[in-house]
């Protein structure tokens, strides 16, 4: 046999034998790079499900960028940073920023809630309780801080849970008072950068996600579920909260209302890296892979994992569509 017939025969039976592996055999093991652009508030899960993911296909490199949510969208809108997958603290960033030039569907696996941490070195820890905390941030020599709203949802979130507080506990000009005792320098662009100043007793008071709290183990206020953004049966009393951004061009801006904490999660169109992203969906959507992660790691997440409609769901690739469900 001529070796050019040898060598057909040899790559048929290799593309033959691809094609009988399981789907995330067939590709994962390839050695490609998976880059994950994702909420900071993510990474603790995130970095578990690298290690897991990693240890089942050794020859997969996962790259991941932490940041701010919207920040995290500007790298691919604005930056044209290759991606294969972003996961944002905020499913709506997806749906305002990325679809449909950017990516063709959106499904929310998580949710959260807004906590208020602190450590026992911060002042008044251990007078605070759930009647009294806005009246501690008020207090002139209270230093307190939230992330950046432009850039990372949960600054937008702490300042809806103030506005909410205002009308909840029926106390006009709270949420003003909160603010004054608030300077620039005390926002930062992740939430989880506020961590490190509660720790070395430079903070005494940052709103976080009660998964972050969890994860770092902090202490921490529950808020009532009225104002905490964690429970949709409040959502109608969410609503009432409105935060103003910075838009998708500079100079311009838009109005974010408040909404229950749903985290969201989507493949980039031309993810340079689609397959081997693909499976490693597949295993975050798997109630025994990344969403049991979540679960031990303080952040309920959806099982099954939800879709808007039955068109977007159609629009998944076809090795994740059994994991989801439509919300409609």
Same mark, same amino acid.
């Given at each position: 046999?001529?070796?050019?017939? $040898?060598?057909?025969?040899?790559?048929?039976?290799?593309?033959?034998?691809?094609?009988?592996?399981?789907?995330? @055999?067939?590709?994962?093991?390839? %050695?490609?790079?998976?880059?994950?652009? =994702?909420?900071?508030?993510?990474?603790?899960?995130?970095?578990?499900?690298?290690?897991?993911?990693?240890?089942?296909? /050794?020859?997969?490199?996962?790259?991941?960028?932490?940041?701010?949510?919207?920040?995290?969208? !500007?790298?691919?809108?604005?930056?044209?940073?290759?991606?294969?997958?972003?996961?944002?603290?905020?499913?709506? $960033?997806?749906?305002?920023?990325?679809?449909?030039?950017?990516?063709?569907?959106?499904?929310?696996?998580?949710?959260?809630?807004?906590?208020?941490?602190?450590?026992?070195?911060?002042?008044?820890?251990?007078?605070?309780?759930?009647?009294?905390?806005?009246?501690?941030?008020?207090?002139?020599?209270?230093?307190?801080? =939230?992330?950046?709203?432009?850039?990372? /949802?949960?600054?937008?979130?702490?300042?809806?849970?103030? @506005?909410?507080?205002?009308?909840?506990?029926?106390?006009?000009?709270?949420?003003?008072?909160?603010?004054?005792?608030?300077?620039? %320098?005390? $926002?930062?662009?992740?939430?989880?950068?506020? $961590?490190?100043?509660?720790?070395?007793?430079?903070?005494?008071?940052?709103?976080?996600?009660?998964?972050?709290?969890? @994860? =770092?183990?902090?202490?921490?206020? !529950?808020?009532p579920d009225e104002i905490n953004l964690g429970c949709p049966e409040?959502?109608?009393?969410?609503?009432?909260?409105?935060?103003?951004?910075?838009?998708?061009?500079?100079?311009?801006?838009?109005?974010?209302?408040?909404?229950?904490?749903?985290? %969201?999660?989507?493949?980039?169109?031309?993810?340079?890296?689609?397959?081997?992203?693909?499976?490693?969906?597949?295993?975050?959507?798997?109630?025994?892979?990344?969403?049991?992660?979540?679960?031990?790691?303080?952040?309920? /997440?959806?099982?099954? /994992?939800?879709?808007?409609?039955?068109?977007?769901?159609?629009?998944?690739?076809?090795?994740?569509?059994?994991?989801?469900?439509?919300?409609?």
């Amino acid at each position: 046999m001529k070796k050019a017939n $040898i060598w057909k025969w040899v790559i048929c039976f290799i593309l033959l034998s691809s094609l009988l592996l399981p789907f995330d @055999q067939a590709f994962a093991e390839l %050695g490609e790079k998976l880059i994950i652009f =994702h909420a900071g508030s993510l990474t603790v899960p995130f970095e578990r499900m690298e290690r897991e993911f990693e240890a089942r296909y /050794p020859k997969v490199d996962i790259l991941r960028e932490p940041a701010g949510s919207i920040r995290c969208a !500007r790298k691919i809108t604005d930056l044209k940073k290759p991606c294969d997958i972003m996961a944002s603290a905020d499913y709506a $960033i997806i749906d305002r920023l990325l679809i449909p030039k950017y990516a063709d569907w959106n499904v929310c696996f998580a949710s959260n809630q807004i906590v208020l941490c602190y450590t026992d070195k911060s002042r008044y820890a251990k007078e605070i309780n759930r009647e009294n905390w806005y009246k501690i941030l008020a207090t002139r020599d209270v230093v307190w801080g =939230h992330a950046d709203p432009n850039v990372d /949802p949960c600054g937008y979130r702490a300042l809806m849970v103030l @506005q909410l507080a205002e009308k909840f506990y029926e106390k006009p000009g709270l949420y003003q008072r909160c603010i004054d005792n608030c300077p620039r %320098g005390n $926002i930062r662009p992740k939430s989880v950068e506020l $961590i490190s100043l509660l720790q070395t007793a430079n903070m005494d008071y940052a709103f976080e996600y009660l998964s972050v709290a969890v @994860q =770092h183990k902090l202490k921490f206020l !529950r808020l009532p579920d009225e104002i905490n953004l964690g429970c949709p049966e409040y959502e109608s009393f969410y609503k009432q909260a409105k935060v103003r951004v910075a838009g998708k061009s500079p100079g311009e801006f838009s109005e974010i209302e408040g909404r229950p904490i749903i985290y %969201g999660i989507t493949l980039i169109k031309d993810a340079p890296n689609r397959k081997t992203a693909i499976v490693f969906l597949r295993y975050l959507l798997d109630p025994e892979g990344g969403l049991k992660v979540l679960d031990k790691m303080g952040q309920p /997440p959806f099982i099954p /994992p939800i879709v808007s409609n039955e068109e977007m769901r159609a629009k998944l690739p076809v090795e994740l569509r059994g994991l989801v469900r439509s919300s409609r």
